[in-house]
């Protein structure tokens, strides 16, 4: 990730994309996989197409869901929505729902 930057805003308020950006991912459980490695190739595709290579993508998993319960003991930890912030925008694929927890979907407010 040598050179890759994060999504900045802007003084007036606009976001800056850099040509190397970090942009976080969160797998997802299940079918999660799958998705996300179709997703990944399709995204890196695109970018490429679009720009004929001047820009791309260096991904950095975030752990939630099955993987991240099984590295934290927490569904979603303090330090993955902290990391959402911090980069101003994340991919995630579908995550499991634990039955009968009072489990609540994300909603990470970015400012």
């Known amino acids: 990730m040598a050179g890759a930057k994060k999504i900045v805003k802007n003084s007036n308020g606009s976001l800056?994309?850099?040509?190397h950006v970090i942009i976080p991912f969160i797998e997802?459980?299940?079918?999660?996989?799958d998705i996300w490695n179709a997703s990944k190739m399709v995204i890196e595709a695109a970018v490429d197409q679009?720009?004929?290579?001047?820009?791309r993508i260096d991904w950095v998993?975030?752990?939630a869901g099955e993987k991240g319960y099984q590295k934290t003991g927490q569904w979603i930890a303090k330090e993955v929505l902290d990391s959402i912030r911090d980069h101003r925008v994340a991919l995630k694929g579908p995550l499991t729902t634990p039955v009968g927890?009072?489990?609540?979907?994300?909603?990470?407010?970015?400012r």
């Open 101 to 110: 927890k009072g489990f609540r979907s994300l909603n990470v407010t970015i």
């Open 50 to 55: 679009a720009y004929g290579g001047d820009k």
């Open 28 to 33: 997802g459980d299940g079918t999660g996989p």
């Open 16 to 19: 800056a994309v850099p040509d």
């Open 61 to 63: 998993e975030l752990y």
